[in-house]
């Protein structure tokens, strides 16, 4: 069985551009999530949806910050402006969705803001 | 909101002795769910063990098992025979009763160091 799988692996770019993580689940799981890991800590949720619909996005920087999951697969996890704070690791997560219980995690994607 | 905590950034062993990892949790939840994940430097996070609150017997994955210490909220994890490959950053983390929502909130870690 195919594994969460995200990419690119590694982003680097200057402060105020823009990047774009994409993650595509293990299928058939309908919950997405993407974590935010800042060096040093743990993850941190940023956005959860269930099929194509957004459950929890109380932790996601609205203002620069941006997810979709079209047609309930794929999901992309945009950030426009970038600021140096962004620097991470971006993890997307998936599970089934009906209380199964375990996420099963991609290898996620370092992003350095210079 | 529901809160964890590891209070040991890093901790070191001897290959083959056995190490245990601190977590507390602050929860107003009687059932729930606690686990740990380990996360290599390849950074994929895999569930190590997990354990319902419901259970009053402790989980236990060959060399790896919990003390789970529901009053105190302390949910720790022993790890036996230690091994080269258990080399990692173990978090601790915490998911809720709703039946369906399986978001996890996770602790700060803790870096595990095997020597040799």
């Known amino acids: 069985e195919a594994g969460v799988a995200q990419s690119p692996r590694y982003k680097i770019i200057e402060k105020r551009q823009s990047v774009a993580f994409w993650c595509n689940p293990i299928?058939?799981?309908?919950?997405l999530y993407w974590y935010q890991q800042i060096l040093g800590q743990g993850p941190k949720l940023l956005i959860q949806f269930q099929n194509n619909g957004v459950v929890d996005d109380s932790q996601l920087p609205k203002d620069r910050f941006s997810a979709e999951r079209l047609k309930g697969v794929d999901s992309t996890l945009k950030i426009q402006p970038a600021k140096l704070e962004d620097s991470a690791v971006y993890l997307c997560?998936?599970?089934?969705?009906w209380g199964a219980g375990e996420l099963f995690f991609g290898e996620g994607s370092r992003l350095t803001v210079l | 909101a529901q809160t964890v905590t590891q209070s040991q950034p890093e901790m070191s062993v001897q290959e083959a002795e056995t190490v245990t990892l601190s977590c507390t949790y602050d929860t107003s939840e009687s059932d729930y769910y606690l686990f740990w994940y380990k996360q290599p430097p390849s950074r994929q996070m895999i569930l190590v063990i997990r354990q319902e609150a419901y259970k009053q017997q402790n989980a236990t994955e060959n060399r790896f098992s919990v003390n789970f210490q529901k009053a105190a909220k302390s949910f720790s994890l022993k790890i036996s025979d230690s091994q080269l490959g258990d080399a990692a950053m173990y978090f601790c983390?915490?998911?809720?009763?709703?039946?369906?929502?399986?978001?996890?909130?996770f602790g700060t870690g803790t870096r595990l160091t095997i020597i040799p």
């Open positions: 983390a915490y998911r809720g009763p709703n039946f369906g929502n399986e978001k996890l909130t």
């Open positions: 299928s058939g799981h309908a919950t």
């Open positions: 997560a998936s599970s089934l969705g």
